[in-house]
């Protein structure tokens, strides 16, 4: 029997957002529809097609659909050619649009207008929104938009997606009954003519002069400066995360701790109270006091996407990534993964050449995701005292800033041994990316992306964290201790007789079974090997004091540095996260990326581990 691809299409008419890329596509869908996707100031930020619903002015609602950008119907890289797809019909699971909204960044009209005209060639109803009006009025961009219409031969709205201007009138056009049988009559001549004309009729055709932006990339884009600016950020960043952090986290810790005190003396003592002190309070709660940290590196990464200076960063690190067989290309993608493997690896899908894409995908995990901060952390606050060096330089913060360099370096290098094996990486590709205009970030998108955050977080924490966790807890205390037992219950649980057995895995490279224990469940989210070795050390506590104990002063008394260096070494290559090696299945569709990635991976982490742990026994004896 042979299986077809059965497509079924929801009903009600269709429309879709389309344009060049950081038009405001997105934020125009967002208003629209109310949805929550991501916007951020450089080209690719949306790599697949969302849908969402729209009510006109007269209430009739209206599937939409949000598309990657894209500068011509013919695609270079595999999210235009979603896009691209979806204008031609032969999307999978969608029909052709009946109506497209085509975005025009009213700023730069003459290179959007080169879109709108193969767009209007397709041969369906158009509306025209002419979006960005606010930053076109302010630098003296004035387009008569009724002459507009004429001249394109469809409405045109002034739109600002930013706050919500002439979503009213856009929403009164889509009403229109005519509009949507009609495809626009595309008139004659070529396109370049068509566009010089256009723009003499509307009076832009003058040169513009230097706009603040180019002033301000004097400086950023120097090439002096431009790097030592970029790295004067990121170190002032990871300083931040922690001297930021400590108020907050001191609360959050002294929350966990009252809590687990009043549980520990309301609840009997036996398996509840164990559950919830051992289980629920010293595993979740050591990894929720994390948030504070994570909240401000997100902070200063969306500070940078709104801004329109990650697209710079890419430029300047071109060069470099040039000689590892790479293109500023790969910048993004790989700056995504600091917060997220995944969606850095869906980032790749901007990237037009196929083995620059599986290169970026295969070297993302070593970015240190955001998952992986709270292990740094704790490991940090355990081993790295808390002093300042010269100029008020905060030690912790350097060695994190050390940590993530380092994944940074073996990135780097993993690419530049995959130059060897690839003729394609000696090929010289120039960077074509379009440098948007600053913005100034808005108090509320940052506000909403730290909320989205946070909520993130916290389901992992309420969901895979704590179901793990509590199974953890589980495993460590059944089947309990036998008659004369001298340690305590963990060492006879199911859980101890699995960490003695991984740790002879992990003995080599100075791993206690407790930490390889934690290793497992941390496959599933990195930040429960925090949580599980605060379940694990919780149950392993003699005596009787049944108080949750802070995680930090616990490692910190019984592991060597060596062991604590060779888990930081660790975690820079970490392979193991079982959402990365799906994701990287479906982008590659099949397994033979993902059972490379997942080798090389472990290999380089294992050797890493070695050396750092023999090293620092050798210098520390
Ligand atoms: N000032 C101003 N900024 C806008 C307007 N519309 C969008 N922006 C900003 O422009 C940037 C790009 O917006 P997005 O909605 O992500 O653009 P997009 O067209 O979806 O981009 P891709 O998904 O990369 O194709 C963001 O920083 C927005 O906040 C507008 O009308 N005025
Ligand atoms: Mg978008």
């Given at each position: 029997m042979r299986e077809a691809v059965v497509h079924i299409h929801p009903a009600g008419p269709l429309l879709a957002l389309?344009?060049?890329?950081?038009?405001?596509?997105?934020?125009?869908?967002?208003?629209?529809?109310?949805?929550?996707?991501?916007v951020a100031n450089y080209a690719g930020v949306t790599v697949e097609r969302k849908e969402g619903r729209l009510k006109t002015a007269a209430g009739k609602l209206l599937r939409v659909l949000d598309l990657p950008g894209t500068y011509s119907l013919y695609p270079r890289s595999p999210d235009e050619r979603v896009t691209v797809d979806v204008l031609a019909g032969r999307a999978q699971g969608e029909k052709r649009p009946d109506l497209i909204v085509c975005v025009l960044d009213a700023t730069n009209l003459r290179r959007n207008l080169r879109l709108f005209l193969s767009v209007q060639r397709q041969g369906l109803p158009c509306v025209v929104a002419l979006n960005m009006a606010d930053l076109a009025q302010r630098r003296g961009i004035e387009i008569d938009t009724a002459k507009l219409?004429?001249?394109?031969?469809?409405?045109?709205?002034?739109?600002?997606?930013?706050?919500?201007?002439?979503?009213?009138?856009?929403?009164?056009?889509?009403?229109?009954?005519?509009?949507?049988?009609?495809?626009?009559?595309?008139?004659?001549?070529?396109?370049?003519?068509?566009?010089?004309?256009?723009?003499?009729?509307?009076?832009?055709?003058?040169?513009?002069?230097?706009?603040?932006?180019?002033?301000?990339?004097?400086?950023?884009?120097?090439?002096?400066?431009?790097?030592?600016?970029?790295?004067?950020?990121?170190?002032?960043?990871?300083?931040?995360?922690?001297?930021?952090?400590?108020?907050?986290?001191?609360?959050?810790?002294?929350?966990?701790?009252?809590?687990?005190?009043?549980?520990?003396?309301?609840?009997?003592?036996?398996?509840?109270?164990?559950l919830v002190v051992d289980g629920l309070i010293a595993g979740v709660g050591g990894v929720l006091v994390f948030l504070p940290q994570i909240l401000i590196l997100f902070f200063f990464i969306l500070i940078l996407e709104e801004s329109g200076y990650l697209p710079r960063a890419a430029f300047l690190l071109d060069r470099l990534m040039g000689s590892v067989g790479?293109?500023?290309?790969?910048?993004?993608?790989?700056?995504?993964?600091?917060?997220?493997?995944?969606?850095?690896?869906?980032?790749?899908?901007?990237?037009?050449?196929?083995?620059?894409?599986l290169v970026t995908i295969l070297i993302a995990p070593l970015m240190t995701c955001s998952a992986r901060l709270p292990v740094y952390a704790l490991l940090i606050g355990a081993f790295i005292p808390q002093r300042e060096l010269w100029g008020g330089i905060e030690l912790q913060g350097l060695v994190l800033f050390v940590l993530y360099f380092a994944g940074i370096i073996a990135a780097m290098a993993v690419a530049w041994v995959l130059k060897r094996f690839t003729d394609a990486g000696r090929q010289v590709r120039p960077l074509m990316m379009e440098l948007p205009s600053y913005h100034w970030p808005h108090a509320r998108n940052v506000a909403i992306g730290l909320w989205q955050r946070a909520e993130i977080f916290i389901k992992r924490v309420g969901g895979i964290i704590l179901a793990l966790t509590l199974l953890l807890w589980v495993l460590s205390t059944f089947p309990g201790a036998p008659e004369g037992a001298t340690g305590p219950a963990i060492e006879y649980s199911f859980a101890?007789?699995?960490g003695r057995g991984l740790a002879t895995i992990f003995e080599p490279i100075g791993f206690n079974w407790q930490i390889s224990l934690a290793l497992v469940p941390g496959m599933a989210a990195r930040e429960i090997a925090v949580s599980a070795l605060g379940t694990v050390y919780a149950l392993s506590a003699t005596?009787?004091?049944?108080?949750?104990?802070?995680?930090?002063?616990?490692?910190?008394?019984?592991?060597?540095?060596?062991?604590?260096?060779?888990?930081?070494?660790?975690?820079?290559?970490?392979?193991?996260?079982?959402?990365?090696?799906?994701?990287?299945?479906?982008?590659?569709g099949g397994y033979k990326i993902p059972a490379v990635m997942l080798a090389y991976l472990f290999g380089l982490a294992y050797l890493a581990s070695w050396l750092t742990f023999h090293i620092s026994r050798w210098w520390l004896a």
């Open positions: 389309v344009g060049n890329p950081n038009c405001g596509k997105t934020a125009l869908f967002n208003r629209l529809t109310g949805s929550r996707q991501k219409s004429g001249l394109l031969g469809v409405p045109v709205i002034r739109t600002v997606a930013t706050d919500g201007h002439g979503l009213d009138d856009l929403r009164a056009v889509l009403d229109q009954p005519e509009l949507w049988k009609t495809a626009s009559a595309v008139p004659e001549g070529e396109d370049n003519a068509r566009i010089g004309h256009i723009l003499k009729e509307l009076g832009l055709d003058a040169l513009q002069g230097e706009l603040p932006s180019d002033k301000v990339d004097r400086i950023v884009l120097h090439p002096v400066f431009g790097p030592i600016l970029l790295a004067v950020l990121l170190f002032f960043l990871f300083q931040a995360v922690f001297a930021w952090a400590e108020a907050p986290m001191g609360w959050i810790e002294a929350a966990t701790a009252w809590l687990g005190e009043q549980a520990g003396a309301l609840l009997p003592e036996g398996h509840l109270r164990s790479l293109s500023g290309r790969s910048f993004i993608p790989l700056l995504s993964s600091f917060a997220c493997a995944i969606p850095g690896i869906m980032a790749t899908r901007s990237i037009a050449n196929p083995r620059d894409r101890g007789y699995l005596g009787d004091d049944a108080t949750a104990q802070a995680l930090t002063p616990l490692i910190s008394s019984t592991w060597g540095l060596p062991t604590a260096f060779s888990l930081l070494a660790w975690f820079i290559f970490a392979p193991q996260c079982i959402s990365t090696l799906a994701a990287v299945k479906r982008e590659t």
